[in-house]
Structures are given as C-alpha cells and as structure tokens.
C-alpha cells in the first residue's frame, strides 16, 4: 500500500508507539485520527502532525466502552471521508501474582488490551471490506510470542490472544485485499511505565526481581518499520527480531524443552505464602 493521501487511525496514538508510528505515517503523506484517553498527549501529537502538513482528528476515546469506539469509528469517517489503516494499539502492563490477581483486575487487563483490539478491529472491518482494500495492524508484544517471565500473567495472556486473532484475521483479510501486520515489540522506551499497575500483591519490593531484558529501542523507530510493513504488506514487525526469532525457533523445536529452559533462565519468585 502506498501511505501517501490515506487515512489511518490508530488507538493509543496519543503516546509511544502509536505517536511514533502517527508522525511516520504523517511524513509519509496519511492524514491521522488519534483515539486515546490521554487528551492533553493528543491535542500534542495534534501540533506536530499539523506541523507535517497533514489532516489530524483527535478523538477521546476509551478502548473499553463500545459507544466511544463506535463514535470515533464514525467521526473519522464522517471527517475524513474514508479509512484506509486501522492500527489497533493502545495498552496497559500489570505485575501480580495468578494468585493473588482479582477478577476485576484480570477484566482491567483484558478489556484494554484484548477486547480492545477486537472491538476496534470490529468497529472498522465492514468500512474496509465494502472497499476490499486498506490495512490492519494489531500490536502484541514478544510477550505474545513467549512467556518471557513469570511476573506478568495478565499481560503474557492478553498479549497471545492478541496474537491469534491477529493470525486469524490475516488468513481471513488477505484473500479479501485488506492487508494485515502484527507488531510484537520487545522493550520499547514509551510511557507505559505511567499506566501500568501492581495486581494482587501491596508490596511491590517482595514481588519484583531482576528478569534479564533486552536492549530497549526508542520508540521513534518502531513507527518507521510499521510504515515500512504497511507499504511493503508485510505480516510480522519485530524491534528485537534476532533475540524473538531465536526464542520462537527454540519454542518451535521443543516447547517442553523451552519452557524448561525459561524457568532455568529466570530468577524463582517468592512464596509470598511460605514466606509470609
Ligand atoms: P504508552 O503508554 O506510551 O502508549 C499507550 C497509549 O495507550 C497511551 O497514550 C495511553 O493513554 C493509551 N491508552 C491506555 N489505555 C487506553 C484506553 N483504555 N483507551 C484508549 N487509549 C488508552 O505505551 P506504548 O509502549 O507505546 O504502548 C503501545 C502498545 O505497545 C501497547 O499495546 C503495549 O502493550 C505494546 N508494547 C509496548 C512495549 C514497550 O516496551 N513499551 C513492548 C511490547 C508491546
């Protein structure tokens, strides 16, 4: 897909990724709608792609509610005339305990980044089928690919559904000319540090140990490679593709093995009932 004179909206635009992958898209000619719940970071990203020369829609938008996807849905179409890119991207990070994690907390978790994505993807895939063309990318994580450690179960779970629908969608869109692109970075410098919370344990100091993480990247680069699949209509964008093709080479080959090794890797959490 040519970029230029198309249309993109992206949730959780507002911030890290999603800005990074709104100016990328923006330089390369696509005018933007941005829905996020942070309105002061939208009505920012607002001046730097206004400053680009290109259409910008700001939209508050909660990715949980229906409503707010639906109106967004349609003030971007009633705004700019059509949709072409549809980049389903806002998320939220939580460390806890599978024990110790409430209900409600697994919901807080699964309704942003799981139920998020499909409602989003939903809102928009009758717009993009009556066309037969435009472009889906959903972002996952590596953790979507592996369960890189044993501290993040709500965000490992959310992220591996994400990661199957988006592989569903692929094999459904793609005869149908509407190309698709999962994102699963590793760590990436945003600000998902703000918007991320402690589940099922008070004391966080008890709970967190040193898991070995890769080298971040900014998160300015990560917008060029979505560009860069979305024009080329390519499926798998990875920030850290030795270190994610190894470990999926690994997990292919022998997931008893894998996850073996993964236990041996990572430092033991703590019995936080044993120990008291
Ligand atoms: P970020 O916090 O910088 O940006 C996320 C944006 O999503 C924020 O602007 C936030 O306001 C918005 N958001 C949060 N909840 C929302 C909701 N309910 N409705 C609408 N918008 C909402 O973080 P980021 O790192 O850029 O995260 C983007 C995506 O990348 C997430 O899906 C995240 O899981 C994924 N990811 C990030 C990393 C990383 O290391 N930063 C690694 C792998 C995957």
Not at 139 to 157: K, R
């Amino acid at each position: 897909m040519d970029v230029d004179g198309k249309i993109a909206v992206i949730t959780g635009g507002a911030s890290g990724i999603g800005r990074s992958t709104a100016l990328e898209l923006a330089r390369r000619g696509a005018d933007i709608v941005v829905a996020d719940v942070n309105d002061e970071r939208i009505a920012e990203v607002q001046g730097e792609v206004e400053a680009l020369g290109r259409r910008y829609l700001g939209v508050h938008c909660d990715v949980t509610n229906d409503a707010d996807i639906e109106h967004m849905r349609d003030a971007a179409i009633s705004t700019m005339g059509q949709v072409d890119i549809v980049m389903s991207n806002a998320g939220v990070a939580m460390i806890g305990p599978p024990e110790g994690l409430s209900m409600a907390e697994w919901d807080w978790i699964l309704q942003i980044n799981l139920y998020g994505v499909i409602r989003n993807v939903r809102a928009f895939l009758p717009h993009l089928l009556e066309r037969g063309s435009g472009h889906v990318v959903n972002t996952a994580s590596v953790a979507g690919l592996f369960a890189y450690s044993w501290d993040h179960p709500t965000y490992i779970t959310a992220k591996f559904a994400v990661v199957g629908f988006t592989e569903a969608l692929a094999l459904y869109l793609k005869p149908l000319g509407i190309g698709v692109t999962l994102l699963t970075p590793g760590l990436v410098e945003t600000n998902m540090g703000e918007t991320a919370r402690l589940g099922g344990v008070d004391d966080i100091s008890r709970w967190i140990r040193e898991i070995p993480l890769e080298t971040p990247v900014p998160a300015d680069a990560v917008g060029v490679l979505v560009a860069d699949a979305i024009s080329a209509d390519r499926y798998h964008v990875m920030t850290h593709p030795a270190e994610a093709s190894a470990k999926m080479r690994a997990r292919g080959q022998d997931l008893d093995a894998f996850v073996a090794s993964q236990i041996a890797l990572l430092p033991m959490p703590p019995n936080l009932y044993r120990e008291g």
